[in-house]
Each structure stands twice: as C-alpha cells, then as structure tokens.
C-alpha cells in the first residue's frame, strides 16, 4: 500500500484528484470508479477547475458510482445520482449517457442486474473510495459473509446514523443500497482510499497498523489490491498513531 499522509484534509482532496487526472491524461477514454459523501466531495472542484482551465478533457471518460439509495429517485435531493449530477458531472465536459449510478427506485433485482452488467462492460482504471464509520467501502458492511458483485446491502445503524446528517430525520435515511461488491471494488485497476476524522480511526486502525483481513472492516480487504494509495491527514494520522 502505498500511504501519503497530507497536512489537512484540502490537501488530501488536491492529491486525490491530481492522481484521478492522471488517469484521465494518459488514457483520455478511462472509466473512473466514483464516490459521493463528504470526503469524496472534496475532490471534484480540484476536478471541475482543471477542467474549466481546460487542463482536463472529459468528453471520452466515462463512470461508474460505488453505490445508490434503495428508495431514492434519481432527482431526489439526497440521491447518489443528483450527488454526482451536481458535484461533477454537470459541471464538466463529460457525456452524460457515459455516467453510471446504480437506479435505486422500480424493479430493484433488474436494477442490480444492469449494475452487473454495467460493471462488466469495461474495467475501472481508478476506483475513488472514502471509508466508513464501520470501515464499510461502498456499502459493503462488515459482516461473515461479503459480496463479490453488486448486490443490495443492508445499511449498519452506525451507517444510518452517519448519513442521518443528510436528512431530516433519521427515519427518512434509506436502510438499503444498491453496492459494488468487494470484488467489483478489488477488480479495479487502481484504487485510491481518503479519510478525515476521528470518528474514522478505529476502521483506519485496521487497515493501516496491521496485516489483518477482517471481514467485520471491510475496508481492510483492500490490503490484497497490488495498486492501493490511502491517504490521510496529519490529524487522523496522529490519532490512530501511525507514523509511516
Ligand atoms: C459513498 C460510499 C461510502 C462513503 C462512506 C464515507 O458512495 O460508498 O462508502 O464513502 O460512507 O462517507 P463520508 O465521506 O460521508 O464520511
């Protein structure tokens, strides 16, 4: 694993996407693997201000979200596509019909199977990931049993009330999603993990200060990817006491 420990979180989210346009320069028709949340916000300015300098093309790229809400319409406000739609993708010269978020409303087993079969168009050639409090990446959860592809998983309380902060209540957070599986997320060529916050040390604990593979954090699995940047900040280095 490759770990770069930045001086604050901006930082982060600058290394991030310089990395992800890189990418995108050396192969201008690359797939990229996205995420939405608040960690994974950070990065798409660095993203749409490259592109508005015309420092980067997105007009060959095309996507493919980790996960979406089981119950959220695409243009509901807390929906992982308005997410994208408003964060990235309205903002840059990238085709539409070449962005992929899972459809969380209709016929949800049909739902996951145009995900399946969406993921084994093309290969991800860089896969973003943030973290979650439980160590769940995508909304792969920790459990006995993890999912090689897409599936729709059960959301942990720990989860809902992470995301409760997007909602007006913490009844309205959807308890389903529709997610990568570990494999899906493992397949892709490069992976690149951020976090910030002391409320994600005990999960980043596991994956940065021992060999485990541990299926109830299951961000650890990612140890087994040959291509894997994780990066932090200086303060959440501090606190699970990493120091490179
Ligand atoms: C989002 C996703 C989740 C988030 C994680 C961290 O698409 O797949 O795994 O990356 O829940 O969320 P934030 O960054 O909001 O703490």
Redo the contacts with the bound molecule.
Sequence with gaps: MNIIVTKNFEQTCERAACMIADVIRQKPDARLGL??????QGVYPHLVKANRVGKLNFSRVSTI???EYVGLAPDHPQS?RRFMDENLFDQVNIDKSNTMVAKGTGDIEENVRAFREALAEKPIDVQL????VDG????NEPGEVLYDGAHVAELDES?ID?NARFFATRDGVPTRALSMGMGDILRAKKLILLATGESKAAAMKGLLLNEELDVQNPATLVKMHPDVTVIIDRALAEDIGYCG
């Design positions: 995420a939405t949340g608040s960690t994974a979200n980790l996960d992982y990931l943030g973290i979650g769940h990446v995508g909304f989860t992470a």
